[in-house]
């Protein structure tokens, strides 16, 4: 279950790529042709988003993309994944900024059962996440 050569996409990257602003949707892209891991949360966060805003045709184009990108492995949440996240929002909890979400912590348990080279973000609150090199770009 491990590919040291990989990194891992935070739904932060797939979300600025759509964002329609050309320097953040820049700086996403770097990562988005990479050899990478996500959770199969970042389909639940980017299906929210996107029909929260009323983008139901885009919503399915771009979750369709997602897991057709051939570089793309989408992890399953485990039972030791979902373990292993309890234990981390448990270990972070009132040490960051802000709490880390169910989601947060699913993503973070992933990057980690897949040993990732480093979790790619644009949310300057995972910078203290010791874990694991976080790269907030």
Known sequence: ???????????FVFMDMLSGQKDVMEKAKVYI???AVVSSV???????HL?????????DETVF???????LEIADVTGEIAEMAGKLRS???????KNLTYFDSI???TALAYN????????????????LKIEVY
Do not use: C, W
């Not at 970042?42 to 929210?48: A, C, G, I, R, S």
């Not at 979790?119 to 300057?124: A, H, R």
């Open 107 to 109: 993503h973070i348990a």
């Open 65 to 71: 993309y997602v897991k057709s990108l051939p570089n």
């Open 91 to 97: 270990r972070y909890a009132n040490k960051l900024d």
């Open 51 to 59: 029909l929260r805003h009323g983008a139901k045709e885009k919503a």
């Open 116 to 131: 990732v080279k480093k979790f790619v973000t644009g949310d300057k609150d995972f910078r203290r996440i010791l874990d």
């Open 42 to 48: 970042v389909l639940t966060e980017l299906m929210f």
């Open 33 to 35: 042709s990479q050899p």
């Open 1 to 11: 279950m491990t590919d040291e050569q990989r990194i891992y996409l935070d739904t």
